[in-house]
């Protein structure tokens, strides 16, 4: 059985007032080349749904989808993308700061890591951050499929590591080979019918 959600795009928002209300929202961040958009296509099972770019930081808004069940989810702006103009990267650090610590429903912020190198500073400082305010948050390791096989065990220590985290509580992901993608629906589907329910990873798939 299959726990893949039915996604559907509904907005993009500069600004939290703009979003409407939400019974329960997951939240997507993570630096500008860590695959949201591919990871939320393939989790929607649908090519199309949220816009992917060779560029880097081509996600500049708040992207609202709905999920079909109930709940909504939204991938928020990638941070350190250096390219863009100072004054842009001040503006969307604004948007997100302010939508991660004002929105209301926002059940989960799922944390995404390059899991080919890691968690980076700005990675850490993210997860810093949150754990300063007591957001709710799990950390999902992309890339799965860039991993060798025989560096796998060793490389989901080191990041879980590095996360100050057990190497269970990281979810495991590929967007191209469909590596974890079950249990992560699995996860946003218990987050948005019971957002009150303290909710862990369950057991890392290989």
């Given amino acids: 059985m299959t726990a893949r959600l039915k996604l559907r795009f509904v907005m993009s928002a500069d600004d939290l007032g703009q ?16 695959g949201k958009s ?11 749904l949220a816009r992917v770019s060779k560029t880097p930081g081509r996600t500049r808004l708040l992207n609202l989808f709905d999920v079909d ?18 004054k ?34 700005l990675d850490l400082q993210m997860l810093e951050w949150l754990r300063s305010y007591g957001r709710p948050h799990t950390v999902i390791a992309t890339k799965h ?7 796998r065990d060793k490389r989901r220590h080191e990041v ?31 987050v948005l019918s019971d957002p009150d329910q303290p909710t862990r990873p369950s057991r890392p798939g290989r």
């Fill in 88 to 121: 842009m990267r001040a503006s969307w650090k604004t948007t997100m700061e302010r939508y991660l610590l004002e929105r209301e429903g926002l059940a989960m912020i799922l944390v995404l890591v390059d899991g080919e190198i890691g968690p980076t500073a």
């Fill in 69 to 86: 069940g109930g709940g909504t989810i939204v991938d928020c702006p990638g941070y350190g993308y250096a390219s863009a103009p100072a």
């Fill in 38 to 48: 591919s990871l939320l296509n393939a989790l929607g099972a649908q090519k199309t």
């Fill in 145 to 151: 499929d860039k991993v060798k096989s025989s560096a």
């Fill in 160 to 190: 879980a590591e590095k996360c100050g985290l057990a190497p269970s509580e990281i979810v495991w992901v590929s967007a191209t080979k469909g590596v974890g993608l079950d249990r992560l629906g699995e996860l946003a589907h218990r």
């Fill in 19 to 34: 979003l409407p209300a939400t019974s329960a929202e997951l939240a997507f961040v993570g630096r500008s080349n860590v």
